[in-house]
């Protein structure tokens, strides 16, 4: 069962952030190790975008990149 949690985010962004493999139960379980939420979400999402594969195309590069950078 998940538990569902309010990220602070619109259906739109959760959408597009799950496509990218991003995890919100990861996202939270950081937050409740002490992390700080909006780092919590950028490593969340840093690991949705690597947990298969390393970055491959331009596209790919840009877009972990992006979030890195946020």
């Known amino acids: 069962m ?3 949690h309010d990220l602070g985010m ?9 496509a ?4 919100p ?3 939270h379980q950081l ?3 002490g992390e700080n939420p909006d780092q919590a ?3 969340a999402r840093i690991v949705g975008l690597t947990q298969d594969k ?7 590069w840009e877009e972990f990149m992006a979030v890195w950078g946020d």
């Open 20 to 23: 990218q493999g991003y995890d």
């Open 10 to 18: 619109t259906d739109t962004k959760y959408a597009q952030l799950l």
């Open 54 to 60: 390393a970055p491959e195309t331009d596209q790919e």
């Open 31 to 33: 937050i409740e190790f």
């Open 41 to 43: 979400r950028k490593l």
């Open 25 to 27: 139960n990861l996202e």
């Open 2 to 4: 998940t538990n569902i």
